[in-house]
């Protein structure tokens, strides 16, 4: 029996090469905005407390800063489960105004962490997709991204453009999209439990970092791939994340 005859591949396989390397090195880095590139974790969990003081309810730092990375809605529904205390849906929308006011008044204090305007300018000059997904709206985060130095032309999703926010998958889902990457070749950095669990929901990548607060432990628990601790850091090592630059 005469051998069969291979099938005929069209095109060049240098081309077709070439097209593979380049899609397969196109990798998107997706962050959380409070607590991963600026350092104001502790200034909403202030916040949170002053508005609950305001509505007449005592709650421990500690305990509101275990919900700091929610959504604003789920995260103020935890916090009125623990105090043990029934409110109405006007009560509830006082409270978000409580909080909102609280930290306008703390946003002076708020800085980038270490390295954090530095990486955004390396992986625009390098040609790195990245994006910003943030459960704040867009007037608390505009501070934020104005000490990032991120114009308004930046790839910035907030709570009012989705659906859902954080630990729901939307935000970053949203985020790849407006970055033209595939979620599942995009990396999300974020310091809290639930933006681990946001990109698990989303089929991302997670890495999480230690400038909010939770222990490395808890991180990798939530599925974290790599912890770092801040955004100095993981600009050091970006070679652990297959983030392939020019040298």
């Keep these: 029996m005469s051998p069969r005859p ?12 070439k097209k593979f390397s380049v899609a397969a090195a196109r990798t998107a880095l997706l962050f959380d905005l409070d607590g991963t590139l600026v350092d104001s974790v502790y200034q909403h969990v202030l916040a949170w407390r002053e508005a609950l003081e305001r509505a007449g309810m005592q709650l421990s730092v500690w305990r509101i800063h275990r919900r ?4 604003g809605g789920l995260l103020l529904n935890a ?3 623990e105090t043990g205390r029934p409110v109405t849906a006007g009560q509830v929308a006082e409270l978000l105004r409580f909080h909102s006011e609280a930290y306008a008044r703390l946003v002076p204090q708020v800085r980038p962490l270490p390295g954090a305007r530095e990486l955004l300018a390396y992986l625009t000059k390098t040609g790195v997709p990245w994006a910003i997904a943030t459960s704040g709206r867009a007037d608390s985060a505009r501070p934020a ?4 130095g991120v114009g308004p032309d930046a790839p910035v999703i907030t709570r009012d453009m989705v659906a859902h926010a954080k630990p ?3 935000l970053f889902l949203a985020a790849a999209k407006l970055v033209g ?6 990396i999300v950095l974020g310091d809290s439990v639930w933006d681990l669990l946001a990109a698990r929901r989303a089929r991302a990548l997670g890495v999480g970092l230690l400038s ?5 432990d808890e991180l990798e628990r939530a599925g974290a791939y790599r912890v770092y601790q801040d ?17």
């Design 6 to 17: 291979k099938a005929k591949r069209s095109g060049n396989p240098g081309q077709r090469a």
């Design 68 to 71: 700091i990375g929610m959504s």
């Design 79 to 81: 916090l009125l489960r």
């Design 145 to 148: 991204l104005a000490a990032l």
């Design 168 to 170: 729901d998958p939307d």
């Design 181 to 186: 990457v595939p979620i599942e070749s995009s």
């Design 212 to 216: 909010g607060g939770y222990g490395q």
């Design 231 to 247: 955004p100095a850091d993981v600009q050091n090592h970006l070679d652990e994340l297959g983030i392939r630059v020019p040298q």
